[in-house]
């Protein structure tokens, strides 16, 4: 069930080369993953918007709304009868409704 185990002697100071060494070789081999807002397209659907900002449909639709509290957080576009979002305006809200939760929570 397990392998050979081997017992090996190092200082610390080797022991940290080995670690900086294995971890300069992993960084040399990454690819950062392509920014998400890339893969959007450019008018996303309610359900995708919904997904992107990990919402319901409702709280999308709520969000479209003014209230007393705040203004519409998303404006939605309706395009031969169907709603579409921005994707600028879906990225922009997801960096406001975090605002917007923690200014709720309060």
Known sequence: ???TVTQIQVTPDQLTELIRGAVRQELANYTPPAPEELNLPDLLTRRQ????LQV???????????????????????????????????????????????????
Request: avoid cysteine.
């Open 56 to 106: 319901s449909l409702t709280t999308l639709h709520d969000w479209a709304k003014d209230t007393d509290d705040r203004p519409a957080v998303l404006i939605p576009l309706k395009i031969n009868g169907r709603v579409r979002y921005r994707r600028t305006d879906v990225l922009a809200a997801l960096k406001e409704s975090r605002r917007f939760k923690a200014a709720k929570a309060e």
């Open 49 to 52: 918007a919904a997904e992107k």
């Open 1 to 3: 069930m397990y392998g």
